[in-house]
């Protein structure tokens, strides 16, 4: 029995995954949300400003908002991401012995889901989350793209580095699941164009005129008022998110460079014992029936990696947009695989050592972290 466990042992690294999934979440509740629980109690009572959907939201149910509420928040929107991946899994693979492998290698990698629940109240989330909604619904009509549209624009009013973070992935997926399997029209192109500039437009408006208009002074003492317990005053400590300019963020993150680079090379280990599911993508890619298609996916990889590269200048949370990335090449893989292919890929084999080997530390593997690794 212990043979056959060395020899396919993917059940049993299901079932680790699932125990650190749960140690992950132990571990995040028991830390002060600072981040998240700031966002939950900015709203748009001074006027358009960024980053303030989500607590905008909140304010239309209560005026004063617990500490408890961001684990509800976004602990119900993991557990609807592990459910609309676990869909979109079963509708482009199926759960077989031969399949279980590649799940394992995504939704039990320390990009994804463990990271999610690591970062558990940041925003990240809700572009994946998005982004498998529209893998999951059906692209025939111009009423995919404009729920693209939507999606997008949402993203940008959570916060606006979502435009960088998963907007190119959304596009890639309107582009493969839209454009390349219904057809290109003058039509859907000037749909999808006016589309897109009104994303970049609202990008824009918050980026540059989403600042706070009061003083800080009078900020932090609104926030305090919508607090549930005001003397958690700690919890406000990141208030000056609000005021700061894209100047400061950029000037911030290069000072902090020489430091945190020191992580990179553990990124790319990280990377590096996904090998087997980066081998099977490629194998996807190569497989498809039409050059054009191919090449357009190569494109979408690029630009989608130069989006996160953008970002590294300009936001130091390293850790965190290593993840998204990742996740964001899980996510194209899905749509690649709705392609029209010439011939079936293999999947990950499920009984060689090597790839077991790969499996096991990408399942020992509880998290990536937010700024450095773990």
């Not at 020899?7 to 079932?15: C, G, S, V, Y």
């Not at 602990?75 to 991946?85: H, Q, V």
């Not at 999808?192 to 609202?202: I, P, T």
């Not at 979408?300 to 949370?317: P, R």
Request: proline fraction near 6%; hydrophobic fraction near 60%; charge should be positive.
């Amino acid at each position: 029995m212990t043979a056959g466990i060395l020899k396919n042992p993917w059940r049993l690294l299901l079932a680790i995954n699932v125990a650190v999934v749960i140690g992950v979440f132990i571990h995040k509740v028991r830390l002060p949300p600072y981040v998240p629980y700031i966002h939950l109690l900015v709203d748009y009572h001074f006027g358009f400003i960024k980053r303030a959907l989500i607590g905008a939201i909140v304010a239309l149910f209560t005026d004063k908002v617990p500490v408890w509420l961001v684990f509800a928040i976004a602990g119900a929107m993991w557990l609807a991401t592990l459910g609309l991946y676990a869909r979109l899994f079963q509708k482009t693979f199926g759960f077989t012995a031969r399949t279980l492998p590649l799940f394992v290698f995504i939704a039990g990698s320390p990009f994804f889901l463990k990271n999610f629940m690591h970062t558990l109240g940041h925003f990240d989330i809700y572009g994946c989350a998005f982004a498998l909604v529209l893998l999951l619904m059906p692209a025939r009509s111009l009423l995919f793209v404009a729920a693209a549209a939507v999606f997008s624009a949402i993203l940008v009013l959570i916060h606006h580095i979502h435009l960088l973070m998963y907007v190119p992935t959304i596009i890639t997926i309107v582009v493969i699941r839209h454009y390349l399997t219904h057809g290109i029209t003058r039509t859907n192109v000037a749909f999808g164009l006016v589309a897109l500039l009104g994303v970049s437009v609202l990008f824009f408006a918050a980026q540059f005129l989403g600042t706070m208009p009061i003083p800080q002074a009078d900020f932090l003492a609104y926030l305090k008022s919508r607090m549930a317990d005001p003397s958690r005053e700690n919890l406000l400590q990141f208030a000056y998110i609000w005021y700061q300019p894209l100047s400061k963020e950029i000037s911030d993150t290069w000072s902090w460079l020489p430091h945190n680079s020191l992580g990179l090379p553990v990124f790319a280990l990280l990377i590096w014992l996904h090998t087997p599911l980066w081998r099977y993508f490629a194998d996807l890619v190569h497989a498809l029936a039409s050059d054009l298609h191919r090449h357009l996916v190569i494109a979408a990889l690029i630009g989608i990696s130069l989006a996160y590269l953008v970002m590294f200048a300009m936001v130091f949370d390293y850790s965190r947009w290593i993840s998204n990335w990742a996740v964001c090449m899980f996510l194209v893989l899905h749509a690649v695989k709705m392609l029209p292919a010439a011939r079936e890929t293999p999947p990950i084999p499920a009984e060689d050592q090597k790839t077991n080997l790969f499996g096991l530390f990408v399942t020992l593997i509880p998290r990536v972290g937010i700024v450095r690794p773990f």
